[in-house]
Each structure stands twice: as structure tokens, then as C-alpha cells.
């Protein structure tokens, strides 16, 4: 059966309506549950081990924007966050970890490349870590 066009719109409509703005704390549990996600999974295959690259990379991205919720600033754009990070004096100590996860979570969605349970462990933790460290105490 054909769906009603009436439906349809309504749809529409609420699908394209922007949520509110969310707050410090919405963004902190987001990141700690994107945090507690990623290191739940057994690293025992390439899809888990692509997830949990990508959970923490959206971890330390909810920092970032719980930072940024401090100073009145809400941002939907990488690349304009990313010109936060390189500006802010409190973020410029974070850049290269924040990069490198973002690398991670975008090689692990779009490329075939194969990280290994070493990358999420010795890398993309300890990354995560640092970022909610130095990020913790400015929120």
C-alpha cells in the first residue's frame, strides 16, 4: 500500500527539523558511552576492531564539542572544529591526538585499510585518554 502523501510530508518534515543544541553534560555522557562501547568490544575481528576506532573517534569528538558547549559554541562542521582545535589555546596541546583519531575513524568507515587490535590498544586509547585529560578540567 502506498503511503499517505500527508504521512510522507510529515515525515519529511520532522527528519529535516535540527534537535536542540545539546548541552555540556549530553555531550559528556555521549563520549563516555561511545568511550565504554569502543573498549567493550573484543577485538577478535576487523569490523570490531574498525568500531571501536570509530567509537572513539566520535569519544573525544563529544570532548571537543562539550568543550566547546563552554564558551557558547555548538559545531556540525569537521573542518570547523577542526579550526577550533588548531586556535584555542587549550585544544592546541589535543591537535595531533584528535587528528590521528580522525584519521582512524575515517579510514576505518570509508578505506579497506586493516588496522589491527595494537591501533585501538596503543594508539587510538591512549589518544582518547590524553584528549579527555587535558579537555577534563577546562569543562
Known amino acids: 500500500m502506498p503511503m499517505n502523501w500527508l504521512l ?3 515525515l519529511s518534515i520532522h527528519v529535516r527539523v535540527r534537535a536542540a543544541v545539546p548541552s555540556k553534560l549530553e555531550h559528556i555522557t555521549k563520549a563516555d558511552g561511545n568511550a565504554a562501547f569502543a573498549m567493550s568490544l573484543p ?5 570490531r576492531i574498525d568500531w571501536a576506532l570509530i567509537a572513539l573517534f566520535y569519544a573525544a569528538m563529544h570532548y571537543v564539542e562539550a ?4 564558551l557558547g559554541q555548538h559545531v556540525r562542521s569537521h573542518t570547523t572544529r577542526d579550526t577550533y582545535l588548531g586556535r584555542d589555546v587549550n ?3 589535543i591537535y595531533t591526538e584528535y587528528q590521528d583519531l580522525k ?6 568507515r570509508y578505506e579497506a585499510f586493516r588496522f589491527k587490535a595494537e591501533d585501538v590498544t596503543n594508539q ?3 589518544h582518547f585518554a590524553t584528549i579527555k585529560a587535558n579537555l577534563q578540567p577546562l569543562l
Open 67 to 70: 568543550y566547546l558547549a563552554t
Open 91 to 93: 585544544q592546541k596541546k
Open 124 to 126: 587510538a586509547a591512549q
Open 103 to 108: 584519521f582512524y575513524g575515517y579510514a576505518a
Open 8 to 10: 510522507a510530508l510529515a
Open 43 to 47: 577485538l577478535d575481528s576487523q569490523t
